[in-house]
């Protein structure tokens, strides 16, 4: 089983994407989940993170920008990311928290204009 990320895209410096990684079963409601991202020539990092009980993390350079969330009905965790910066260009990835590695999927990318 593979975490699938998905909504990335091109959008303006100040714009907004809402990515969406989906899975079955009880991935989301066991585990604690995480948003990453990779930029070319960098270390992985994490972005967010949600517990099952619904506490969260956000890494310094995204606070009060990013929002982690999940949807049960759905199966999935999203990430709501409003005020887009041109550092924030890179492939994101869902995976539990701490990652495994089986669970990588291809990611989903981001792009953000100046």
């Known amino acids: 089983v593979q975490l699938q990320a998905s909504g990335g895209g091109l959008v303006q410096a100040g714009g907004s994407l809402r990515l969406s990684c989906a899975a079955s079963g009880n991935i989301f409601r066991i585990n604690e989940m995480g948003w990453y991202r990779q930029a070319p020539g960098k270390r992985r990092e994490v972005v967010a993170t949600l517990t099952p009980g619904g506490a969260t993390y956000y890494a310094d350079s995204v606070k009060g920008r990013f929002t982690i969330s999940r949807d049960n009905a759905k199966n999935t965790v999203n990430l709501q990311m409003n005020s887009l910066k041109p550092e924030d260009t890179t492939v994101y990835y869902c995976?539990?928290?701490?990652?495994?590695?089986?669970?990588w999927g291809q990611g989903t990318q981001v792009t953000v204009s100046s």
């Open positions: 995976n539990v928290v701490p990652a495994q590695r089986r669970l």
